[in-house]
C-alpha cells in the first residue's frame, strides 16, 4: 500500500484508513475463484468491518452477508444486500432480533440450540411467517489458531452436538413454520494451514452419510468463515489466497446433486485493506526500555491487548536520514499495561509527530472499538 504523507498529515489521529482500491482487489479475486464453482456462494461478515462506505463496496460486488445481531441485519439492509442473501447466525439471539429477521425476509438463520428453533417456531407462528433454518453444528474439528478464536472444538460454546444432528433435524421437520434448508459450521478464524478446513470438510461428509442413511436431504451446506492473513507481511501477499481455500473444500467436500455451498468470510475480505493511522505523542526513554507513545490504544484496536496479536507497524514519517534503527515498546495511552501494541519492535529513528501506520487493521478493527477512558470512537477515511 502506498500512503501519501503530506495528505495524512491534514489528518486528525487516530483514524482508519481503507484502500478501496485493495478492496476492488480483493473482491474481484473471490468473485474470480468462487465463480469456478457454480454453486459457490461467499457471505461477508460483517463483524468484520460495518463502515457504511465498506459495506456498500461489498454488497455492489455480489457478495451475501453473514450477520449475528439486528444491527448488522439493519446495516445489511441499509447498504443494499439483498434480503434473501442474509444469513444470521448467534448462540443468542433475542426475540427482537429474530422478528426483525423474520420481517426483513432473510434467507436463513444458522440456529444453534433446540431452545432457539423452539422460539423461532413460536415467533413465526405469531407473525403467520415460515422462518428458513440452518442448523450449526459443531463439527468437533480443532483447529490451528488463537485460542479465544477457535470455535469448533466439543467443549466451545457454539452450536449443537454432531450426535444430536439427527435428533434436532427431525423435530424441525415436523413443525409447522420452520423450513430446514441447511446444515451449518465454522472452526475458527485467522485459520492459515487449509488442513483444517480438509479436516472440517471429512467431518462433514461423514455427518452427510449419517443423513443419506437416515433419509434426510439439505439443499445447503455452510463452511463458515476462517481464512486467515498475513499479518507479518501484508505488502507481500495483500489478498489471501482464495484459490487455495476454495481448492480444498472443492476437492474434499462430496456434495449432493444441487447442493449449494455458503461461505462466511470477515478477515480474508477486509484486514488488508486497513491502517490504523496514528500519531506519535512522545519518545520516553526509560533506563531499560525506551517507548513510542502514540495516540491510538486499544480502544481503536484492541487485537495486541486480547489476543496477543501482532501488527506491522510502519514509521510513514521516517526517511533514510533517519537510520540507524532502535528498538522500542510501542504503547497507546489508556490506562492499562495491556494496551502495548508491540515490545522490541524496531523501527527507524522515531519522533514525537511522526505518523505510524498500524497495518493490516481492516478488520476486527473499528468494529471493536470502544469509548473506554472516555475517548470518541475512531473515524475512518477511504483512501484509494
Ligand atoms: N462465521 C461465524 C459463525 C463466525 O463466528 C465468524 C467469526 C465468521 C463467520 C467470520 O470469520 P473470519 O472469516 O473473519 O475469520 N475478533 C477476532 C475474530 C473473531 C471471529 C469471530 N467469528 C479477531 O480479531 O481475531
Same mark, same amino acid.
Given at each position: 500500500m502506498h500512503f501519501d504523507t503530506t495528505h495524512l498529515q491534514a489528518l486528525q489521529t487516530p483514524c482508519y484508513l481503507y484502500d478501496t482500491e485493495l478492496l476492488a482487489r480483493t473482491l474481484d479475486t473471490i468473485h474470480a475463484e468462487a465463480r469456478q464453482h457454480d454453486n459457490y456462494h461467499v457471505h461477508y461478515a460483517i463483524k468484520a468491518n460495518s463502515n457504511p462506505d465498506v459495506l456498500r463496496q461489498i454488497a455492489a460486488a455480489g457478495l451475501g452477508a453473514d450477520c449475528v445481531s439486528g444491527g448488522e441485519i439493519r446495516a445489511a439492509i441499509d447498504a443494499g444486500f439483498p434480503a434473501r442473501e442474509i444469513a444470521f447466525a448467534g448462540v443468542g439471539k433475542a426475540d427482537w432480533e429474530i422478528t426483525l429477521a423474520l420481517r426483513v425476509g432473510i434467507g436463513m438463520f444458522n440456529v444453534e440450540s433446540i431452545e432457539e428453533l423452539d422460539v423461532i417456531q413460536q415467533l413465526a407462528t405469531d407473525l403467520d411467517m415460515r422462518a428458513r433454518v440452518s442448523f450449526r453444528i459443531n463439527p468437533d474439528v480443532g483447529a490451528h489458531t488463537h485460542a479465544h478464536i477457535t470455535t469448533?472444538?466439543?467443549?466451545?460454546?457454539?452450536? =449443537?452436538?454432531?450426535?444430536?444432528?439427527?435428533?434436532?433435524?427431525?423435530?424441525?421437520?415436523? /413443525?409447522?413454520?420452520?423450513?430446514?434448508?441447511?446444515?451449518?459450521?465454522?472452526?475458527?478464524? *485467522?485459520?492459515?494451514? /487449509?488442513?483444517?478446513?480438509?479436516?472440517?470438510?471429512?467431518? =462433514?461428509?461423514?455427518?452427510?452419510?449419517?443423513?443419506?442413511?437416515?433419509?434426510?436431504?439439505?439443499?445447503? =451446506?455452510?463452511?463458515?468463515?476462517?481464512?486467515?492473513?498475513?499479518y507479518e507481511q501484508p505488502d507481500l501477499h495483500p489478498v489471501p489466497d482464495f484459490h487455495a481455500y476454495f481448492s480444498t473444500f472443492a476437492n474434499g467436500l462430496q456434495l449432493r446433486p444441487n447442493?449449494?455451498?455458503?461461505?462466511?468470510?470477515?478477515?480474508?475480505?477486509?484486514? *488488508? /485493506?486497513?491502517?490504523?493511522?496514528?500519531?506519535?505523542?512522545?519518545?520516553?526513554?526509560?533506563?531499560?526500555? *525506551?517507548?513510542v507513545i502514540v495516540d491510538a490504544g486499544m480502544t481503536e484496536l484492541i487485537r495486541p491487548a486480547l489476543y496477543g496479536a501482532l501488527h506491522q507497524?510502519?514509521?510513514?514519517?521516517?526517511?533514510?536520514?533517519?537510520?540507524?534503527?532502535?528498538?522500542?515498546?510501542?504503547?497507546?495511552?489508556?490506562?492499562?499495561?495491556?494496551?502495548?501494541?508491540?515490545?522490541?519492535?524496531?523501527?527507524? *529513528?522515531?519522533?514525537?509527530?511522526?505518523?505510524?501506520? =498500524?497495518?493490516?487493521?481492516?478488520?476486527?478493527?473499528?468494529? /471493536?472499538?470502544?469509548?473506554?477512558n472516555c475517548r470518541p470512537l475512531p473515524t475512518a477515511h477511504l483512501i484509494q
Open positions: 469448533g472444538r466439543a467443549e466451545d460454546k457454539f452450536g =449443537i452436538a454432531k450426535e444430536d444432528m439427527v435428533a434436532v433435524l427431525r423435530r424441525a421437520q415436523a /413443525m409447522t413454520h420452520i423450513d430446514v434448508v441447511g446444515l451449518h459450521f465454522h472452526i475458527g478464524s *485467522q485459520l492459515l494451514e /487449509m488442513d483444517d478446513f480438509a479436516a472440517l470438510c471429512s467431518r =462433514i461428509n461423514e455427518l452427510q452419510e449419517v443423513l443419506d442413511a437416515e433419509g434426510i436431504a439439505v439443499p445447503n =451446506i455452510n463452511v463458515g468463515g476462517g481464512l486467515g492473513i498475513d447442493q449449494q455451498l455458503h461461505f462466511e468470510l470477515g478477515r480474508a475480505v477486509v484486514a *488488508q /485493506m486497513g491502517t490504523l493511522l496514528t500519531r506519535v505523542l512522545y519518545v520516553k526513554h526509560g533506563h531499560e526500555r *525506551q517507548f507497524i510502519n514509521n510513514l514519517s521516517a526517511d533514510a536520514s533517519r537510520e540507524p534503527a532502535v528498538t522500542y515498546d510501542i504503547v497507546g495511552p489508556i490506562c492499562e499495561s495491556s494496551d502495548v501494541f508491540a515490545r522490541d519492535y524496531v523501527l527507524p *529513528q522515531t519522533c514525537r509527530g511522526d505518523l505510524l501506520a =498500524i497495518r493490516s487493521a481492516g478488520a476486527y478493527g473499528e468494529t /471493536m472499538a470502544s469509548t473506554y
